[in-house]
């Protein structure tokens, strides 16, 4: 069984620019969340999708967004890049409601210069 | 709300000698724990985790927790270190309803020969 797929693994953008990044989670799973991973603030929660709609949503400006198709892929974007945006940004899939266990990607690093 | 605090943010053992990794959480409900570990520009992988049921689990990699209702703690262990242990640990607390885990900042295992 594959597991989360998470493309690309890493990204240079300049400020001011847009980036999207994307999620395949595990066949079957229906909910994917999003999470910032910094030196400094850790792990961070960003949103969590379920069959399309999005159930929870962390602290982060507008700038971060998300969506969720048919098929369960995800993807992020981050509009108006800054430097304080650079960081390992995570996925992870689960089932859903009552499964409380998630599986990561390997994450895409993201280098905003 | 839930959280998880995670003393000690590096621990060092020698080869073959104890790992203890600390997790204290707060949970106002019955919660749900994991630990995960990370390697190197690598996503999180699951090591263990306790929903309910017995209160020692067991884990991949012969790690094991322990749920400590009174101490809301769950510490992780393993009776002797490996170099290959050598990584970030995070615990992490989920409750029932949105089942979004709470991370702590991390613990740095560092393996001496």
């Known amino acids: 069984k594959a597991g989360v797929t998470q493309t690309p693994r890493y990204l240079i953008k300049t400020r001011g620019q847009q980036v999207t990044l994307s999620c395949s989670p595990i066949s079957g799973h229906r909910s994917v969340s999003w999470y910032q991973q910094t030196p400094g603030q850790g792990l961070q929660f960003l949103f969590e999708?379920?069959?399309?709609?999005?159930?929870n949503k962390g602290n982060f400006p507008g700038r971060f967004s998300g969506r969720q198709f048919s098929n369960s892929r995800s993807e992020m974007n981050v509009s108006t890049l800054e430097l304080g945006d650079s960081a390992l940004y995570l996925c992870?899939?689960?089932?859903?409601?009552?499964?409380?266990?998630?599986?990561f990607g390997q994450g895409t690093r993201l280098t905003v210069v | 709300a839930q959280s998880v605090t995670q003393l000690g943010s590096h621990v060092s053992v020698s080869e073959g000698a104890l790992v203890l990794l600390r997790c204290n959480y707060s949970?106002?409900?019955?919660?749900?724990l994991f630990w995960y570990v990370q390697y190197p520009n690598q996503g999180l992988q699951l090591l263990l985790k306790?929903?309910?049921?017995?209160?020692l689990v067991k884990g991949i990699n012969g790690f094991e927790a322990e749920f400590k209702k009174s101490e809301t703690s769950f510490h992780l262990t393993k009776p002797s270190a490996h170099m290959s242990d050598a990584a970030e640990y995070f615990c992490a607390v989920s409750i029932g309803g949105s089942y979004i885990p709470t991370f702590g900042r991390g613990t740095s295992l560092i393996v001496h020969p």
């Open positions: 949970s106002s409900v019955p919660p749900y």
């Open positions: 999708y379920f069959s399309e709609t999005q159930r």
């Open positions: 992870a899939s689960s089932l859903g409601q009552g499964f409380p266990e998630a599986f």
């Open positions: 306790y929903t309910t049921g017995a209160t």
